[in-house]
């Protein structure tokens, strides 16, 4: 069955350390992974897609295939960065959602 | 370009009565999808419309139908309420491609009590 595991509900970093949120995939077949954020009273956005490989706020995901894993990166944590995030998984028109994460950056 | 628009933004209703809420897309998004959010169970897919037609459709009871309009207006329904819909919805519009590259722009969700 298709599935995505975020493990942690609440991660808690200092300013200017490295963050890592956790998301585990289950699926056959070539996956189409997304990491989701909502900052406080804002809507749920897009941060970055697998496929596009890019770096958004400094951000990076690097889906591996061999541990099904597409774990979101940040060197130096700021402040600005707390927020809910999801990790989302697109399966024929159907995106299916880890339980999220929230982050909170200490100052 | 004006955003995702989502009407009533919240309402509150008794069990056994019937919701509809209302998903405006952003102007040239033909791809509407709507989520039920909810403390227990996260972010669910409920389905999915693109030019009127439904593409996919989570797992939930018949209970839950959606519809989307020529305009690619949509509008999602639940009959029979119950407790346990009391949730946030969100709907989400993209183009034909963005749903694939998860390009999805969210409303600000109509907010469903059901006592």
């Known amino acids: 069955a298709q599935r995505v595991t975020q493990p942690e509900k609440l991660l808690s970093v200092f300013k200017g350390a490295p963050v890592e949120l956790k998301c585990n995939y289950s699926?056959?077949?070539?996956?189409?992974l997304f990491w989701y954020v909502q900052y406080s009273r804002q809507r749920l956005q897009l941060l970055l897609r697998?496929?596009?490989?890019?770096s958004i706020k400094g951000f990076t995901a690097d889906l591996n295939k061999g541990e099904t894993s597409f774990h979101l990166k940040k060197p130096f944590a700021q402040e600005e960065d707390s927020a809910m995030y999801y990790c989302?998984?697109?399966?024929?028109?159907?995106?299916?959602w880890g339980a999220g994460t929230k982050l909170i950056i200490k100052p | 370009k004006a955003g995702v628009t989502q009407t009533p933004r919240y309402l509150i209703k008794t069990r056994g009565q019937q919701v509809t809420l209302s998903c405006s897309p952003i102007?040239?998004?033909?791809?509407v999808s709507w989520y039920q959010q909810t403390p227990g169970q996260g972010l669910q897919f409920l389905f999915e419309?693109?030019?009127?037609?439904?593409?996919n459709k989570g797992n939930f009871p018949g209970r839950f139908s959606g519809r989307q309009f020529s305009n690619s207006r949509s509008e999602m329904n639940v009959s029979t309420l119950e407790l346990g819909d009391s949730a946030l919805y969100l709907c989400?519009?993209?183009?034909?491609?963005?749903?694939?590259?998860?390009?999805?722009?969210f409303g600000e969700g109509s907010r469903l009590t059901v006592l």
């Open positions: 989400a519009s993209s183009t034909l491609a963005g749903f694939n590259t998860g390009e999805l722009f």
């Open positions: 102007s040239g998004h033909r791809s």
């Open positions: 419309y693109f030019s009127e037609t439904q593409r």
């Open positions: 699926y056959s077949g070539s996956p189409e």
């Open positions: 697998h496929i596009s490989r890019e």
């Open positions: 989302a998984l697109n399966s024929n028109y159907q995106l299916i």
